[in-house]
């Protein structure tokens, strides 16, 4: 793409901005060296891209109305068909509206990308649609992906299926409720602080976090790349399971995806827990934002798991408390830097860039006027964090990401699993608009203290329902060894058994 030359009136304006005063003497020397080497651009142009053929570019879609989809859980339904067998022949798939489906619309939650049409399938797409999958529609988002709540997506707020009014958290919020709705079988869902996991807990569905890199981010719109997780949405443990093992595995692109291990999750998902070690995680309970009947219910399912044959037991692991102030460390300039100035890619990774969706929002990027009280919040504060520290904030909270993942992994050493609350609570009331942006954001952020830590340590965090507090769900969160989500299964399997 050819980049104009400056003049050198603009060259003195730039270097004034960057503090090279003394460039404006040689304004005319430094003009004609930039239109140079702004040559390369067209040379790029010149190498023809590796792409895939586009499988669909004249997909019939279409918007549901209110009465249709009473929750808005949708953003459009539609029916692209898969293979004619496979593991997933005859399964109904959502696809969240931050995932790419070639031919439909990915506003990602947002305005911004109102008019952008994917001309590609992200990799968990194709991997679906292979196995025999039917999509039949994309689900909403929140904002940009910024939220845990469910109620900053461009389009509305999306409710509860088990209380209107009530928020199904987020950001993957239209996945969870197309589940309970019963208008989808599975669905897909990216987690990055619980995204996957916080609306499987609150309106009572199956969602699992897998290790980080075991599930290709190819094709799905990232926040940052330290914590970008995709992830399989269903109704039951198995379905789960089954889902797993048809989107797992490198893609040759991810360069998220190191070292993976991908494991048959179906195989023993049916042996019981007699005989595994289950640690219950202190620290996960009576937090700030805990109900006491969220925490007892969970207790009773650990129970309940004792009484299956497996030895259940407390344990500790005190960084947990602190481990959501490092996620968020890493989030303030992560996210803002990702998503809010990079035009959704950050440099330095080896990765597939959609220069389609890139140029989308760099021609809107002043656009902003949309943006949601938790999005300006972290513009905000991911600019100041800057202005006064570059990156060093960030890189300190990476670095020490490390020490927490070594204390789970010291616990878990000698437990198969670790057990928490997903959420602290139930589902809360969808905010009133007129309350400001404090209460927008509050319940944005509210839910995830036992989610986003397993986030940045890359552990896989399963979420099950294990019972409901006055006619409102609670997840259970089981936490595995890295890559052994098959062991979550197994647990996460004889904890529904139990229901």
Not at 263 to 281: E, F, K, P, Q
Not at 438 to 454: D, G, L
Request: glycine share 10%; proline share 8%.
């Amino acid at each position: 793409m050819s980049v104009p030359a400056p003049t050198p009136a603009q060259i003195v304006a730039l270097a004034e901005e960057l503090g090279y005063p003394a460039v404006a003497a040689a304004a005319d020397d430094y003009a004609g060296m930039l239109a140079g080497m702004l040559g390369v651009y067209d040379a790029v142009e010149a190498v023809p891209e590796q792409v895939d053929p586009v499988p669909r570019t004249d997909v019939a879609y279409r918007v549901p109305t209110p009465e249709e989809d009473p929750h808005h859980a949708w953003m459009v339904r539609t029916s692209i068909p898969g293979a004619s067998d496979g593991p997933l022949s005859g399964l109904r798939l959502g696809v969240k509206d931050s995932i790419m489906v070639a031919g439909l619309p990915m506003t990602n939650g947002s305005d911004v990308l109102a008019d952008f049409t994917p001309t590609r399938d992200a990799t968990v797409v194709s991997r679906a649609l292979a196995a025999g999958a039917e999509i039949v529609g994309t689900t909403t988002a929140e904002y940009f992906c910024m939220s845990g709540g469910s109620h900053t997506s461009a389009t509305g707020v999306v409710h509860n299926p088990n209380r209107r009014g009530h928020s199904a958290a987020g950001s993957s919020s239209g996945s969870a409720v197309a589940l309970v709705t019963g208008d989808a079988d599975i669905t897909l869902g990216s987690d990055q602080a619980g995204s996957i996991r916080m609306p499987a807990s609150w309106c009572g569905v199956v969602g699992l976090k897998p290790t980080y890199g075991l599930v290709p981010c190819t094709g799905a719109s990232p926040l940052d790349a330290v914590f970008d997780h995709v992830g399989p949405m269903s109704r039951t443990v198995a379905d789960n399971a089954r889902f797993l093992g048809v989107i797992a595995g490198p893609d040759g692109v991810d360069p998220r995806q190191r070292e993976v291990h991908v494991g048959d999750y179906l195989a023993d998902i049916d042996a019981g827990v007699s005989g595994l070690r289950i640690g219950v995680l202190r620290e996960g309970f009576g937090g700030p934002e805990a109900e006491p009947a969220v925490d007892a219910r969970v207790r009773s399912a650990a129970d309940a798991l004792r009484s299956l044959g497996a030895t259940v037991e407390d344990v500790s692991v005190p960084l947990h408390a602190l481990a959501p102030a490092v996620w968020t460390a890493i989030a303030i300039e992560g996210m803002a830097e990702t998503v809010l100035r990079d035009q959704g890619f950050a440099f330095g990774r080896l990765d597939h860039y959609p220069t389609d969706l890139m140029a989308h929002l760099f021609d809107r990027r002043g656009d902003v006027g949309g943006r949601p009280a938790n999005v300006v919040l972290f513009t905000l504060v991911g600019r100041w964090v800057d202005q006064n520290h570059g990156r060093l904030n960030y890189a300190r909270a990476v670095n020490r990401a490390r020490t927490v993942r070594a204390a789970y992994d010291a616990v878990l050493r000698d437990h198969d699993a670790l057990l928490m609350p997903t959420t602290p609570q139930t589902a809360r009331p969808l905010p009133d608009p007129a309350a400001g942006p404090m209460a927008a954001i509050q319940v944005s952020i509210e839910m995830s203290s036992n989610a986003c830590p397993f986030d940045i340590t890359h552990h896989p965090a399963l979420s099950v329902p294990c019972g409901e507090v006055d006619g409102l769900p609670v997840g259970l969160q089981i936490v595995g060894r890295h890559f052994e989500e098959a062991t979550l299964f197994r647990v996460g399997r004889a904890v529904e058994t139990t229901r």
